[in-house]
């Protein structure tokens, strides 16, 4: 079965500083794995995915998420956070080999993304 | 090339009422997935459709339907609101090629509130 765990409901950082968004999976298959960002009162839009190709993934506004299949991790990273960040922002597994359901996504419960002046 | 819409964005109904949530899909796009996010969960699989079939359900129950049509739009329908139904109502739409399905593209939401 596929899940997804996102370690911290909450994080903070100043302007600037370095953005980490944990996410850990669980899949019976070689995951697909995404992230997505909500803004208050939007739907949810695609920063990045991964599907099998490189393990190191860049995205928009100058995101990137790592694929570590030895610690079924697939963090989110920004090298220096922009007001603009502040958000939610899930992770989500995807059930692509499951035969009837075509890419079934499995989210995690979001993470709230604080960006300080 | 228009994106996912969804209508109404909001909508009050009463416990026990019905109602029908509507998307269209982006263009060149035959799947339609809703999903279900209550207030400070993640978005929960309700259920799929594809080529104008259900092909795939979460753990909801039969209360909840739903309706593709030739155009590749969709609906959702609720019978027998109840007040944990109150959520934002998310539709996704994909591209199918093969037995591969490439990313979602989410629309903007309906909030049900059920009072």
């Known amino acids: 079965a596929q899940s997804v765990t996102q370690l911290g409901s909450h994080v903070s950082v100043s302007e600037g500083a370095l953005v980490l968004l944990r996410c850990n999976y669980s899949?019976?298959?070689?995951?697909?794995l995404f992230w997505y960002v909500q803004y208050p009162n939007q739907g949810l839009q695609l920063l990045l995915k991964y599907t099998s190709a490189a393990t190191l993934v860049k995205g928009i506004n100058g995101f990137e998420a790592e694929f570590k299949k030895s610690e079924t991790s697939f963090h989110l990273t920004k090298p220096s956070a922009h007001m603009s960040d502040a958000a939610e922002y899930f992770c989500?597994?995807?059930?692509?080999?499951?035969?009837?359901?075509?890419?079934?996504?499995?989210f995690g419960r979001g993470t709230q993304l604080t960006v300080w002046p | 090339e228009t994106g996912v819409t969804q209508s109404p964005t909001h909508l009050i109904k009463t416990r026990g009422q019905q109602v029908t949530l509507r998307c269209s899909s982006q263009s060149g796009h035959n799947t339609v997935s809703w999903y279900q996010q209550a207030l400070g969960q993640g978005p929960q699989f309700i259920f799929q459709?594809?080529?104008?079939?259900?092909?795939g359900r979460g753990n909801f129950p039969p209360r909840f339907s739903g309706l593709q049509f030739p155009n590749y739009s969709s609906e959702l329908n609720v019978n027998a609101l109840e007040l944990d139904d109150s959520a934002l109502y998310l539709c996704?739409?994909?591209?199918?090629?093969?037995?591969?399905?490439?990313?979602?593209?989410f629309g903007p939401g309906t909030r049900l509130t059920v009072t």
């Open positions: 459709y594809y080529r104008e079939e259900e092909n």
């Open positions: 996704a739409s994909s591209r199918e090629v093969g037995r591969e399905s490439y990313e979602q593209y």
């Open positions: 899949s019976s298959v070689p995951p697909y």
């Open positions: 989500a597994v995807s059930d692509h080999n499951r035969g009837s359901t075509l890419g079934r996504l499995y």
